[in-house]
């Protein structure tokens, strides 16, 4: 009992100060990026890499998503007889909850863990050492330019992912379970509002922020050796999906708790 | 403040680096203890030593990488330690340092990696940059190698790029981490050639961190020989070649019979 005491104090106090140092990590970032003008070229790059290198990632697993979405819901609906419907189901799903989730976890994995191997693989070949001896410091270099890149372009393929999903999913309706096409697309219009746009681009810069918070702290702070990148990247996509789900029910809970609330 | 006053030139044979019982520890292990020495303008110095007595960890304190946990380290008349983030990047404009094993972005091509000093410090046009780093590639024995990518080089041609890179902005102090380590013994020669043609040819202060002890009779004005984190003799190349000291002895003779044991 007491050695399972101690094991849970101890996990409590490393957790505790991974988040400090992640917390200290991104102060020092805000404080390069606010005392110094950006790097636009470098900004550029990891727009691209970010973006462009996610699109395709993202989008095709929000199809997907958004065509079972309209089977589960099509599924669910006809047992209460209302299966007319569908398109409500999908555009409450998509906008509101799997479009801005689907689209962080996707960019996580593909984006977040190459900037963390990245990262990690320039600390264990001295680069960053190198960078700082040409005087050229590293946060303003490969850290700023992150957070400034994933914070733009995330929420853009939040709303990407939205139309993806939405398209999919009004396909499968109308094509696969002949609903009335009229009515899938009455039924969409009416329940996605620009609000509801907005707060997935909302949930797409908060998350975002994480996982680039996550993935470059872990690539700064890698330990040494192939074994350290191994690590490093593991730990940055593990942490960062982990940390997404929670995340992502306190936005729900801000953005949406409210209207459940008022419904009850 | 310091950092505001302009470093000033300094005369061949001044005192450029001077340390003052320097430790260093990590976690319970002393790397090193008490290192006290000059490092002379204009001067070669090279610090020999069995690997793992602290050479690079010595290197890393000269340019700010790493923090005294005790001691004083005057470079270029700024106390290292004691610098400010932006004081300390001002002093590094001024120093040079070549890695062991060359520490290139290898995501960038041979013409970024040498032009990325050049092009953060300077306001030097395009053309003056292509111009500045095709001659010192031409220093280091590889002209006409700008567009290669770095996974493209040999183990030595990194390394000279790397120093390429060191020798860009034209610093006051250039470092070399290990130069030859790792190298074939033409390469070694090569590159041990390379550094006299510098001090030569740019009258600039080098201090390289080795254990080639015949690459260190040929360029070394000053040896140091560091031991188990200890400065075990400090002086002039001929003095330390010749004393009578027994771990030098055994370490200048390549010998395992005496005091000294290989980490």
């Known amino acids: 009992m007491v050695r399972f005491v101690e094991f849970i104090g101890a996990l409590f106090g490393k957790v505790l100060s991974e988040?400090?140092?992640?917390?200290?990590?991104?102060?020092?970032?805000?404080?390069?990026?606010?005392?110094?003008?950006?790097?636009l070229k470098r900004f550029g790059e990891e727009c691209y890499n970010i973006g462009i290198q996610s699109l395709f990632v993202v989008c095709s697993v929000g199809a997907f998503i958004g065509m079972s979405t309209a089977l589960v819901g099509y599924a669910t609906l006809k047992d209460l007889g209302a299966q007319n419907l569908v398109g409500i189901f999908i555009g409450i799903a998509s906008i509101r909850e799997l479009g801005p989730a689907v689209a962080a976890f996707m960019v996580a994995a593909k984006a977040g863990s190459g900037m963390a191997a990245h990262i990690a693989t320039m600390r264990v070949k001295e680069q960053i050492d190198a960078m700082e001896v040409q005087a050229v410091n590293p946060f303003w270099y490969l850290i700023v330019p992150?957070?400034?890149?994933?914070?733009?372009?995330?929420?853009?393929?939040?709303?990407?992912?939205?139309?993806?999903?939405?398209?999919?999913?009004?396909?499968?309706?109308?094509?696969?379970l002949k609903i009335n096409s009229g009515a899938v697309m009455e039924n969409l219009l009416s329940t996605v509002a620009m609000a509801d746009i907005w707060k997935g681009m909302i949930k797409g810069w908060v998350l975002a922020l994480f996982i680039v918070s996550i993935c470059t702290f872990k690539g700064f702070t890698c330990e040494p050796g192939a074994l350290g990148v191994g690590k490093a990247t593991n730990q940055a996509v593990v942490y960062c999906i982990a940390i997404l789900i929670i995340i992502n029910f306190f936005l729900s809970q801000w953005l949406y708790g409210g209207i459940g609330l008022r419904g009850m | 403040m310091a950092s505001k006053e302009e470093f000033r030139k300094y005369e061949t044979g001044e005192p450029i680096v001077t340390v003052r019982n320097l430790s260093k520890s990590f976690g319970s292990l002393r790397v090193l203890k008490d290192l006290n020495c000059d490092i002379k303008a204009g001067e070669t110095t090279v610090f020999l030593g069995p690997s793992g007595t602290g050479k690079s960890v010595f290197i890393k304190h000269i340019v700010g990488l790493l923090k005294p946990d005790e001691g004083e380290l005057e470079v270029m008349g700024r106390n290292v330690p004691t610098l400010g983030e932006r004081e300390l990047y001002e002093l590094r404009k001024h120093l040079g340092l070549a890695f062991q094993l060359g520490a290139l972005f290898d995501s960038l091509n041979v013409y970024d990696n040498v032009s990325f000093p050049l092009s953060h410090h300077t306001r030097m046009r395009q053309k003056e940059i292509k111009s500045r780093v095709a001659e010192v590639l031409e220093l280091v024995g590889l002209p006409g190698t700008e567009n290669k990518l770095t996974t493209e080089l040999s183990t030595g041609q990194q390394k000279r790029v790397g120093l390429a890179r060191a020798l860009a902005l034209n610093p006051t102090i250039v470092l070399f981490d290990e130069p030859t380590t790792g190298l074939d013994p033409i390469l070694c020669t090569t590159i041990d050639e390379l550094i006299l043609k510098l001090k030569t040819e740019l009258g600039k202060t080098f201090i390289v961190i080795s254990h080639d002890i015949e690459g260190t009779w040929n360029m070394a004005d000053q040896v140091g020989v560091l031991y188990q984190g200890t400065l075990l003799r400090y002086g002039r190349n001929a003095d330390v070649r010749r004393d009578d000291n027994i771990f030098l002895k055994q370490f200048f003779g390549r010998t395992e019979d005496g005091p000294m044991i290989g980490v």
């Open chain 1, 146 to 176: 992150r957070f400034l890149a994933i914070m733009v372009v995330l929420p853009v393929l939040v709303v990407w992912n939205d139309f993806f999903m939405l398209g999919t999913g009004y396909m499968i309706a109308v094509f696969q």
């Open chain 1, 19 to 39: 988040v400090g140092a992640i917390g200290l990590f991104v102060i020092k970032t805000l404080s390069v990026g606010i005392s110094t003008f950006p790097n």
